[in-house]
């Protein structure tokens, strides 16, 4: 699954279950997202740590984690500063542009 899924997943307030090996969606996951796994060795050993935390309750905020560190306006306003920073000498935003949002 794209790391789409995992963004969802936290959104919703659940926590993920991730392979390390991905690429991509690594950065999403930490103590307070979820558990990771490297491969079928350590598998069950994640699933259980995953299981037993979420039934014990208060070791996971997923989506308090990623309302606080991503979204439109915490993600918009570092877009911009990437563009400013790598593409000054090319492009000039309007006055006052606080954050860029990527369209369809």
């Not at 991730?18 to 558990?35: A, D, H, S, V």
């Not at 299981?51 to 606080?68: Q, S």
């Amino acid at each position: 699954a794209s790391p789409r899924v995992a963004t969802q997943a936290l959104a919703l307030d659940t926590p993920v279950l991730m392979n390390r090996n991905i690429i991509g969606g690594w950065k999403y996951l930490n103590e307070k997202t979820g558990e990771s796994f490297n491969d079928l060795s350590d598998f069950r050993d994640a699933l259980v740590r995953l299981l037993r935390n979420i039934k014990v309750g208060g070791v996971y905020e997923p989506r308090k984690y990623v309302t606080a560190h991503y979204g439109d306006q915490k993600s918009g306003a570092r877009l911009k500063k990437w563009v400013e920073d790598n593409f000054a000498g090319h492009i000039r935003l309007p006055p006052g542009t606080t954050h860029l949002f990527p369209t369809n």
